[in-house]
């Protein structure tokens, strides 16, 4: 069902204010992360004050680990063009939740919410079929049954649960269905114009609660289970479509 993927990325919140762009904390990630083709960088996190913040970014440019007062921000763009299928990579869920277990020993806090979000397009489609999309998940005013709009979006926020650590935990599942336009670059250094759908999904655990819970392991256990849930709309979407 995918064609492209564009990214992976997790959010694991967790009181890092304390951990700036110090060379000292720097030092200290290159000796997590150096082996692995890590460079550091330093950025503004924009909020009532800028403070400088740190993170790393691998050499092809494919992970990103920033680190922001209140999460580590881990994303992954596998920047690869085929039959990708739904299936999420098994190396984002290891990774991700080594990345976040080596930073938590230098953080030395639990987290106290997750995020799992992930951004694709589907194959390619003609315009008769991503018209009929349109009509399917949209209804359409009789306006733009006749001009048909060649670029739309839609957004969708529900709640589910799933038990992590063997304890209910409260999601907010936000699912986005958008017919885009554009170019992307593929590994070659080429263009590729596409018209296509992209369906991108937010899946974390509710604000409300902010204890501090989460270890390492409960990442790699939510973003499992948030993927089945992604899986499954997806996985129905394509269905409905297909009618």
Request: glycine share 6%; hydrophobic share 40%.
């Amino acid at each position: 069902m995918y064609d492209i993927i564009r990214n992976f990325e997790t959010n694991f919140f967790v009181d890092a204010a304390k951990f700036g762009s110090s060379p000292k904390n720097i030092s200290k990630l290159m000796t997590e992360f150096g082996e692995e083709g890590f460079i550091p960088r330093t950025f503004d996190e924009i909020g009532p004050s800028r403070k400088s913040r740190v993170g790393l970014v691998t050499t092809d440019s494919k992970w990103e680990i920033n680190i922001l007062s209140d999460r580590f921000n881990i994303e992954h763009k596998p920047q690869e063009v085929g039959n990708l299928g739904l299936e999420i990579s098994g190396e984002f869920a290891e990774k991700a939740t080594s990345y976040v277990e080596r930073l938590l020993k230098l953080i030395k806090r639990k987290g106290f919410r997750m995020a799992f979000v992930s951004n694709g397009m589907l194959e390619e489609m003609d315009q008769v079929k991503l018209e009929n999309i349109f009509e399917k998940i949209v209804n359409p005013i009789d306006f733009y049954k006749s001009s048909k709009p060649f670029e739309w979006n839609t957004r969708s926020v529900s709640n589910d649960s799933i038990r992590i650590a063997r304890k209910a935990e409260e999601l907010n599942v936000i699912t986005m269905i958008n017919r885009i336009r554009g170019a992307i670059q593929k590994a070659d250094g080429g263009k590729m114009d596409f018209d296509r759908i992209e369906l991108s999904f937010d899946i974390n655990t509710v604000a409300i609660n902010d204890d501090e819970r989460f270890r390492a392991n409960h990442l790699k256990e939510f973003i499992e289970k948030a993927n089945k849930i992604r899986l499954r709309i997806a996985e129905e979407f394509q269905s409905a479509i297909n009618e």
